[in-house]
């Protein structure tokens, strides 16, 4: 795997990381967030250590976790959080693609 390849899958890793990290809420505990967010980062670890199969698996399921834990979190429903992450998503692969190739 190329460094172009883990940078894109690591680019968009930290872009969906963003796209469903929650706002800022209230005093609520935000521990579960906080830790299903954790796992997503040592999943783009794994995979920028070459390990792709196991930091692929263990950042898909930070990311599937910390979708869950945020919409119990942040109140909003599954549909928002998914339709606002993928426009943030879409919007940063492009911008990466734009960089990368010039345009």
Do not use: C, N
């Not at 990290?21 to 005093?27: D, F, I, L, M």
């Not at 930070?62 to 919007?91: C, H, P």
């Amino acid at each position: 795997m190329t460094l172009r390849h883990r940078s894109l899958i690591v680019t968009l890793a930290f872009s969906a990381l963003v796209a469903i990290a929650p706002g800022p809420v209230g005093a609520a505990d935000s521990t579960p967030v906080a830790a299903a967010t954790k796992q997503v980062g040592l999943g783009a670890q794994q995979i920028g250590q070459g390990e792709v199969l196991g930091g692929t698996g263990e950042l898909a399921k930070g990311v599937g976790k910390t979708v869950v834990e945020s919409v119990k979190f942040g109140g909003l429903t599954v549909w928002e959080y998914t339709k606002e992450g993928a426009t943030i998503v879409g919007e940063s692969t492009r911008d990466f693609f734009v960089d990368l190739f010039g345009g």
